[in-house]
């Protein structure tokens, strides 16, 4: 009779275990949804991320910030990916490729991994995650990516055949950024990935609460090993300073994108470690090139002229790096002699300009995403371009409307940045400048025809060499124009609870939780 109790009272734990379970997405608004970190099981690994910003999304297809890219990261994964220590891609998903002719790109996929819905991932699952992505009907906000692509052909399980319509150099580069990623067929059919994301990384999803926090545990049947860690919390904290604070008092264990006016505070710390290596994110302030008033070249030209970046890159303490190169040290690409093409800084050229042309009659909007380092070049320039006779007015957003509000034109000036996630220069280029992607990722509605065919050279020859040239035209030449002017070159950096370990942060920003550990 004890045996039978015994054996009821065990059914019993488990069934309210199971009921227990935080395998369900918590309904966005639901009360009690959203207060702090959930406590991880008793000997539980976890590691909680804080950010200023909640992600837009979670499908690769219909995201393009870095926000998202984060939470995306660890639960997606690309066919190729580059080696933030040799800087060369290599095949992640994929097994090897090679390339038949000058259009046709065979690649071999790894055996035997599975979707975190258990179904198969495959060269089906690949034709589907591309096809998707480049279809118009998408609207994909990074379709370009894919943009050269012909045909995309599932020969069998583990081969896939890529035709290009061109030559197209910069092909494993593309397969290799976040966007890019493979999802599962299966889920996107039925469910909405932007809430409910589906793919083969080593965390899979478990709640999001808007505005407070995504929940991720770790997918225990990775194909690519045991997952240390058994649970990731992205936490929302609006206020960099009140995420410093939580990092002392251990409520969070990673920061990233670390402030320049906050840097030293932060190493002050004696329970956290700061990494900082060179990177290839760019920050510019650029034009709203559709409108009349900037394309005029003298306009352009004062603005320029006013702008001390020097003076703006002292602030940053070390975490920026001047150069007024669209494409920085790290990027395919770059040439050190762009480094001091631009226009040079003058204010009382920039003056004489503003006075000349009665510049200064008509107010700037000038938008700025609401996170530090935008509102910092914000207020700086603001006062910069004031005391060149402008008169300026910042309008801050929230960072997914201020998405929405750049992709759609609805301001003068504004401040963009790249992470430069492929670190080739093409895909910098091509999304962000040429009039193809106009309205889409071109959020300077910048077009300009003879730019438009050096970007096109550049990717159109799979010749590394002519590659390189291309995009040192392309870059002087919007040096020369004024297209854009280039803030600073940002440093990566980290800061972690010395209890994380394993955490390497890759040039482009990027991160995997894989292989870390807390002790």
């Known amino acids: 009779m004890k045996k039978h109790w015994l054996l009821l009272l065990t059914l019993i734990g488990v069934l309210i275990l199971g009921a227990c379970s935080g395998g369900s997405t918590i309904p966005e608004g639901e009360e009690g949804s959203g207060s702090g970190s959930e406590p991880a099981s008793e000997g539980a690994k976890e590691v909680i991320y804080a950010s200023t910003s909640d992600a837009v999304g979670l499908s690769p297809t219909m995201t393009n910030d870095s926000v998202s890219s984060n939470v995306m990261t660890q639960i997606y994964e ?135 926090q995504i929940v991720l545990e770790k997918n225990a049947d990775y194909w690519d090993g045991e997952v240390a860690l058994d649970k990731v919390t992205f936490r929302v904290v609006p206020e960099t300073s009140t995420a410093i604070s939580m990092l002392q008092t251990g409520e969070v264990n990673f920061l990233d994108a670390l402030p320049p006016e906050q840097i030293s505070r932060i190493e002050g710390l004696k329970n956290v470690e700061v990494a900082k290596q060179e990177g290839t994110p760019v920050y510019y302030l650029t034009f709203n090139h559709s409108k009349e008033r900037n394309q005029d070249p003298a306009f352009r030209k004062a603005v320029a002229q006013a702008v001390d970046r020097d003076a703006f890159v002292e602030k940053l303490n070390g975490l920026g790096v001047r150069s007024d190169s669209v494409l920085g040290p790290k990027v395919f690409g770059y040439n050190e002699s762009a480094d001091n093409a631009g226009t040079a800084y003058d204010p009382e050229a920039a003056k004489k300009l503003v006075e000349e042309n009665g510049f200064g009659d008509e107010p700037i909007k000038l938008l700025a995403a609401n996170r530090d380092n935008f509102v910092l070049m914000a207020e700086i320039v603001q006062a910069q371009l004031t005391d060149a006779g402008f008169k300026v007015e910042i309008e801050m957003m929230e960072w997914a409307t201020f998405l929405d509000t750049a992709r759609a034109g609805e301001y003068d000036m504004t401040f963009l940045s790249w992470s430069n996630v492929t670190s080739d220069g093409s895909e910098m280029f091509y999304p962000n400048f040429h009039s193809d992607n106009v309205g889409n990722s071109n959020r300077a509605q910048y077009s300009d025809p003879e730019f438009d065919k050096l970007v096109e050279a550049s990717r159109t020859t799979i010749d590394q060499d002519e590659r390189e040239q291309y995009l040192n035209e392309a870059n002087m030449y919007m040096l020369e124009n004024d297209v854009a002017i280039v803030m600073y070159h940002g440093l990566v950096t980290s800061a972690t609870d010395k209890s994380v370990k394993g955490l390497k942060v890759d040039p482009n920003g990027q991160w995997s939780l894989k292989d870390v550990t807390r002790e």
């Open 78 to 212: 690309n066919l190729f990916e580059r080696n933030p220590e040799t800087m060369e891609l290599e095949p992640k998903l994929a097994e090897s490729y090679e390339n038949t002719d000058d259009l046709t790109w065979v690649i071999k996929l790894k055996e035997g991994i599975t979707f975190q819905d258990g179904t198969p991932f495959n060269a089906e699952a690949v034709k589907y995650s591309f096809d998707k992505l480049r279809d118009p009907a998408t609207g994909a906000p990074r379709a370009s990516l894919l943009e050269p692509i012909d045909t995309v052909t599932a020969v069998d399980e583990t081969t896939v055949e890529i035709k290009t319509k061109y030559p197209y150099g910069p092909l494993l580069a593309a397969l290799s950024h976040s966007n890019a990623a493979i999802i599962s067929p299966t889920a996107d059919e039925k469910q909405d990935l932007m809430q409910n994301p589906v793919g083969t990384g080593p965390f899979k999803f478990v709640s999001w609460a808007t505005g407070d």
